[in-house]
């Protein structure tokens, strides 16, 4: 039963002869392919902070916190490292064309201090003029008006903040409504406010 | 037949896995064997009333590492199934694909654990050598070499893209003079003939009366395979053969489990070099209420799922049900009347998942000597040394 | 024959025990059955039609207890589903165990995930829950309450 042997030892002699089929990781880095799915970053030019990817995750690993103080309104996005599982579902939710948050090719992320293990975003917020409840990120509400187009002019709330990111609209055109009792209904409010300042004449 | 008891499991330092095998003997022969399982068992259906319909599927996805294609494109077509709906013609391409390239890799990884439970180490080295190309190719189209997140009921969720094709159609070819090689060792080797053919027969009568599925029942003459029997996905616009053979011994599971290896890699190739252009996802958006079933050929036999649903957004009831489930009480006719030595192999060649089946112990009521999974091991490798000797091949 | 044939076959020979028969699509069928015929009809798709037998779905609806049996016919593409409905507070059915040995499993898990009892079993034992599982305590149950209090769910986050 020789010609069997023959067969495996050519293959044997193949393998002792080329090089070693393992790579030289860690001395070499290891570079994964283009596709690979790993660590997801967040984009500060793009993120709305809509928390649309909050609401996907199958397994909650993104958070938020919204800090009130009417200095510095401001929302934190917080993405828990240790818990994702890389699947994507963010990415393929997000409203800003897929780009607000991204999976990178990163795949080193062991650490040793559990709590540094997040990636944070941090987003302006906009508050009610009257409440002081938030409403939403001002990012968000200059996507929502840039989407819809000319129909932003039939909530205050949008076409305000947008004219202000344009630098049209100033306290000065404001002020100059103020008086006659229904100025309220041309500030930015949150929905609550808007409902009851639509249906009262009564100012606050 | 010493009477001491020596119990080694399920929970020892010195165990690769959880397993406690107890086996009923009379002198070499098994007189009774016992199947006792639920070490791993995680609750999955009653997890999957919690979730959505799509975060559901990478629920189901985690249920095995090996066959991590089977349970969602069993789930996805189940839900497809309440409606019921047909995917765009793409996302069938590339989930028949990623299916294949999945019963590639499970394939070629049992080959090398029934080699190094032989004694045949070499065996294990190599082929898992050439699996390490095909969990490239893998991770060059999804992403990642397990859990690949491709599927969702309504198509799949990420494209190919056409500049990394070339590149896996290269590695999957470079793989297949290896493997043809290793066809022809394993089919000519004496002391594989002397060691597998004629032990743990399964007759094509219990094969029926058990309902086993997959490569285990093909290879007692009982010629069904889902992807003939209904076809889905792609199978019925690529060419192929089933692969079904007469005897029901270890051998013959052997194989047939290798000659589908080369039918999955045709299979892939002209499912690589034909994608159609197009969608490849329908956007669902609520699922009516009512009931959905679906079934995929895994690579160790039919998966099966049952969906139903009230017109939420989150199912009512899953059912999830593993090919291993129906093959695993097989062993009772087939490892009874064999000898210890070759316990280890007949149970192997069922090729039996365990995190699809929540885990497996092998104990009896009464046992007279109780061997652990390394004892098995070491005397199946002992016995195809006495083979070799016995034949003059050192 | 064909799937029309065997419809009809179905459909005359268990007249009295049909409760309502549902033609879903050319490859799924759903029939619902009493509970005391169910032996009978199975033992028949199963030798004389030459089905396989795939498992057993049991759910637990509000209003009752339902065991669906699948059986799928290959030679013409068609699964056929009999479901049973049984009484939520004191669910018992016929075991059909000693007609294929592919029940066997399945209706042990049955009996610890939802406490259906199969007169008839041969080894009506656990198959997957521990053994420090009190009695009584059926998972699958829509009225199901965590029943070990020191268990830990926690994210770590």
Known sequence: MKLPKVRELSEAVKALLSKPYTSKFPKKPHQPYHNFRGQPIYNQEKCVGCLACEEVCPVEAIAHEDQVDPANPMRIMIHYTDTCIFCGSCEAACIADNEGIKLSTEWDLAFFDRKASQETIEKELQLCEICGQPIACKDHLKWIAEKIGELTYSSPTLYLTRLKSLGIVDENLISASRDYGRSDRVKILCARCRRESTLSTSTK | MAKSVIPIGPYHPLQEEPEFFTLTVDGETVVDIDVNIGYNHRGIEKLSELKTFDQSTFVIERICGICSTSHPF?????????????????????????????????HLLWLGLAGHFLGYNTVYMWVWKLREEILDVMEILSGNRNNYAIFKPGGVRRDFNPDDIPLALRKIDSIVPTLNKLKKAIIDDPVLHARLKGIGILTREDALDYCALGPTSRASGVAKDVRKDAPYGAYDQVDWDMIVTQNGDVFEKVVVRVLEVFESIKIMKQCLMNLPPGEIDLNIKNIPPGEGIGAHEAPRGETFHYVRSDGTNRPARHKVRAPTFMNLPTCKS??????ISDATIILASVDPCYCCTERMAVRTSEGKRIYGGQDLIRLSQEKTQRIRRKMGIK | MTREEILKDLKQRFKEDIVNFFDKS???????IKPESLVKCASYIFKELKARFNIASGVDSRTAIEILYHFSLEYINLLVSLRVKLNRNNPQIDSLAPVFKGANWIEREIHEILGVDFKGHPDLRRLLLPDEWPKGV????????????????DRGV
Do not use: F, Q
């Open chain 2, 74 to 106: 069993a789930y996805t077509r189940a839900v497809e199934d309440i409606i019921p709906v047909e995917v765009p013609e793409r996302a069938k391409y590339i989930r028949t694909t990623i299916a294949e390239g999945e019963r590639v890799h499970s």
């Open chain 2, 334 to 339: 087939t490892v009874i009347g064999e000898t």
């Open chain 3, 26 to 32: 050319p490859k799924r069928v759903y029939m619902e």
């Open chain 3, 138 to 153: 059926y998972p699958l149950r829509c009225d199901y309450t965590e029943w070990d209090k020191n268990a830990i769910r």
